[in-house]
């Protein structure tokens, strides 16, 4: 089974900024749209941005438009998710996910990581 592998994840105040990376360890991505999901504690897991293989086109949920941007590098094999003015209900468990769709949709997404923790907090 494929796996990502997703890094960035930590603690940051309101108003702070991160960036995540999910990179493929024995597989390329040239070929796989990648998204990005989030799950909090007690809610259901929420499909936040995604990136296609081919043009880059790119979706976002609206909880997050206008303050995240998700890009990809081909030759470095990864794809980034930047978070700026970050709020405590950002606060979850971000994983990126290989598939060949551009939809926020997880059921299209074959191929996921393990997640990284992402807290909010003052």
């Known amino acids: 089974q494929a796996q990502l592998v997703e890094s960035g994840g930590g603690l940051v105040q309101p108003g702070g900024s991160l960036r995540l990376s999910c990179t493929t360890p024995g597989f390329t991505l040239d070929y796989y749209s990648i998204a990005w999901f989030r799950q909090a504690p007690g809610k259901e897991r929420e499909g936040i941005s995604c990136?296609?293989?081919?043009?880059?086109?790119?979706l976002y949920a609206e909880s997050v438009a206008g303050r995240f941007t998700i890009s990809r590098d081909n030759a470095e094999n990864t794809v980034y998710l930047q978070m700026n003015s970050l709020k405590p209900e950002d606060t979850a468990v971000y994983y990126c996910?290989?598939?060949?769709?551009?939809?926020?949709?997880?059921?299209?997404?074959?191929?996921w990581g393990q997640g990284t923790q992402v807290t909010v907090s003052s």
């Open positions: 996910a290989a598939g060949n769709v551009l939809l926020l949709d997880s059921h299209y997404y074959n191929h």
């Open positions: 990136i296609s293989s081919t043009d880059h086109s790119t």
